[in-house]
């Protein structure tokens, strides 16, 4: 019985090309729903954030007096005019919201910047220079996380100040020991392959090889550290904000927003609900998008 072979252009264009690297990455993330779905919350809220002069009804710090504590639309005494409600001071709850979505996910962003930024230099130069250097990098971090990290953020804001700037150094404070001792553990373990150890003998410097040989096969746990300590440092802004050491009256913020409310939970709940659910809705995304993350970019922690 005669087999008829294909011509070995056949054989080639029948085998598919290798999916691109951002193509991959998009299908092992796209396998978790949860993470799809809070990526699409979160550039919902992102551009609500960003374009807030075009999307909300009103100014944040605008009070009609005689408006002040009008439920939302769908109960009795409410309003189109006010969709969310009212403050004690007549002011629109969801103008308030969407200009506030801009301060927590400014703080948030600029924590993690900062924070990725500072670690990988430190965690890089520990895991580098061995001896004293890398003791006092590393013994500092621990003594800040020795601290509460509320405790801790709380006693630099008594020091610095109150402000929105601040309230950003405190936080970034607290959220650095993690991304040191991660960039540290991770280069450790990178120093022994025969990559690393092929750039020494061929020369390579030690700034060269510390950012460009072995940072980017460091980067997808830090990545990964990155995206959750977003929703840590917008928890940790709203902390500081309720207790009156974040961002300061009239700037429309969260964590303030629940603390300029609370004394209204029980008559007025709306007040303070509405941003409760923002900061909640918004650190779960973020969080599920994170989990999302760490499935596409390691594969031993994908789902089965």
């Known amino acids: 019985m005669r087999t ?8 080639q264009a029948a085998i598919p090309a290798p999916p691109s690297p951002a193509r991959a990455f998009w299908l092992a993330f796209s396998e978790n729903r949860g993470a799809v779905v809070a990526m699409g919350i979160l550039i919902v809220i992102a551009l609500a954030a960003i374009f807030a002069e075009l999307v909300a009804p009103h100014s944040p710090t605008e009070q009609f ?16 005019r006010f969709l969310l409600g009212t403050d004690d001071l007549g002011r629109d709850i969801l103008s308030r919201l969407i ?5 927590s996910l400014a703080i948030g962003v600029t924590v993690a910047v900062v924070s990725v930024l500072i670690g990988v230099v430190l965690g890089l130069v520990a895991a580098f220079q061995r001896g004293i250097i890398d003791t006092v990098i590393m013994r ?3 003594l800040l996380i020795a601290i509460p990290g509320l405790v801790l953020a709380i006693l630099i804001i008594a020091v610095i100040g109150p402000s929105l700037t601040n309230t950003i150094v405190a936080v970034t404070v607290v959220s650095l020991p993690r991304y040191v001792r991660l960039v540290r553990a991770s280069a450790l373990s990178e120093l022994g392959r ?35 300590g977003l929703s840590e440092a917008i928890l940790e802004a709203a902390a500081l904000g309720f207790l009156g050491l974040g961002a300061q009256p009239p700037l429309a913020e969260w964590g303030a927003m629940v603390g300029d409310g609370r004394e209204f939970m029980r008559s007025n709940p709306w007040i303070v609900t509405f941003p409760g659910l923002a900061i909640l809705i918004t650190v779960i995304s973020i969080n599920l998008m994170g ?10 922690l994908r789902r089965t």
């Open 4 to 11: 008829e072979t294909l011509p070995p252009e056949t054989t």
């Open 65 to 80: 007096r005689q408006f002040s504590k009008v439920p939302p639309f769908w109960m009795e005494g409410g309003s189109w």
């Open 99 to 103: 200009h506030g979505a801009r301060v």
């Open 140 to 142: 500092s971090m621990d």
């Open 194 to 228: 025969e990559y690393v150890i092929a750039a020494r003998v061929a020369g390579v410097g030690k700034l060269r090889l510390m950012f460009v040989t072995v940072l980017p096969n460091c980067l997808s746990p830090v990545i990964v550290q990155a995206a959750l």
């Open 291 to 300: 989990d999302g993350l760490r499935d596409a970019l390691d594969p031993k």
